[in-house]
């Protein structure tokens, strides 16, 4: 175990899309025990996100069983990135609004990015009314303080 509380088999898994709206509905309980199922051990999940954190006993081709595995059970296979536990801490500790979280949790996002994004900065920045963000080439990271419902900057990002 790391300074940092991670082990080096630790991963962190990040479905895009489940339980949103009520479509692809992921039960978690369900949901937990596939990961088992797939030899993953010390599994646990947040809330109805999808988001997984795991000790990953060097199951070969996960990504793609674990696709597989969904599709059949669930019927969808959602977007799925996985990160070691220090990179996701990494990416975390590098958060730029880490003042403006503490005041308001709720006004601070990060987007995890699979591969470096390059998109228009200076069009972004023109719909950002009270937003404000920072690209990295593993996060996009943003601070909206009217919340992310009513932002015409989050509508554009993807």
């Not at 081709?61 to 959602?78: K, S």
């Not at 990179?87 to 958060?95: F, G, R, W």
Request: include cysteine.
């Amino acid at each position: 175990m790391g300074a940092d509380g991670t082990s080096d088999m630790m991963k962190v898994l990040l479905l895009r899309g489940v339980n949103v709206g009520g479509a692809n509905r992921l039960p978690m309980p369900e949901f937990r025990a596939l990961l088992e199922e797939l030899g993953l051990t010390r599994v646990e999940t947040h809330l109805q996100s999808g988001n997984a954190v795991f000790d990953d006993t060097g199951v070969t081709d996960l990504e793609a069983r674990l696709a597989t595995a969904m599709r059949q059970r669930f019927g969808f296979a959602p977007a799925q990135l996985m990160l070691d536990a220090k990179t996701h801490a990494a990416i975390v500790a590098a958060c730029p609004y880490k003042a403006e979280g503490i005041a308001d949790p709720t006004s601070v996002h990060i987007w995890y990015l699979a591969n470096p994004a390059k998109p228009d900065q200076a069009a972004l920045r023109a719909v950002a009314t009270t937003e404000r963000f920072t690209l990295t080439d593993r996060a996009l990271y943003l601070h909206a303080p009217g919340g992310i419902g009513r932002s015409a900057l989050v509508d554009r990002l993807d």
